[in-house]
């Protein structure tokens, strides 16, 4: 029942930035963590960034780390996700999700639709 609403994707040049949000809405919002992943051209999806919603504790997978940061807005029920030094690999349509913790891992429990980032050389 949680939507979850993904903007700010674009076309950048390499090195460029852009900054995606996601917000939330519905019930009463208060997940365990909020992540961004992502799924490139003809590829997988994969893991890009996530956030503890309590305490804001953060992880990066190791393609991204030390160029995105992500970060929540509690009061307006949003997660951003600030993307600097862009390369062509980080082309790719990103998703927020929303998740709990269960048997000691977490779990999605809603997504939203995704938004496009294209990143051109």
């Known amino acids: 029942q949680v939507q979850l609403v993904e903007s700010g994707g674009g076309l950048v040049q390499a090195g460029g930035s852009l900054r995606l949000s996601c917000v939330a809405s519905?019930?009463?919002?208060?997940?365990?963590?909020m992540s961004w992943l992502r799924q490139p051209p003809s590829k997988e999806r994969e893991f890009v960034a996530r956030?503890?919603?309590?305490?804001?504790?953060?992880y990066y997978s190791d393609s991204v780390k030390g160029r995105f940061t992500i970060s929540r807005d509690k009061a307006r029920n949003t997660v951003l996700l600030q993307m600097n030094n862009l390369v062509a690999e980080d082309t790719a349509i990103y998703y927020c999700?929303?998740?709990?913790?269960?048997?000691?891992?977490?779990?999605?429990?809603?997504w939203g639709q995704g938004t496009q980032v294209t990143v051109s050389s």
């Open positions: 956030i503890n919603w309590d305490d804001g504790l953060t």
């Open positions: 999700a929303a998740g709990g913790l269960r048997y000691g891992r977490v779990e999605y429990d809603d």
């Open positions: 519905g019930p009463p919002f208060n997940p365990y963590v």
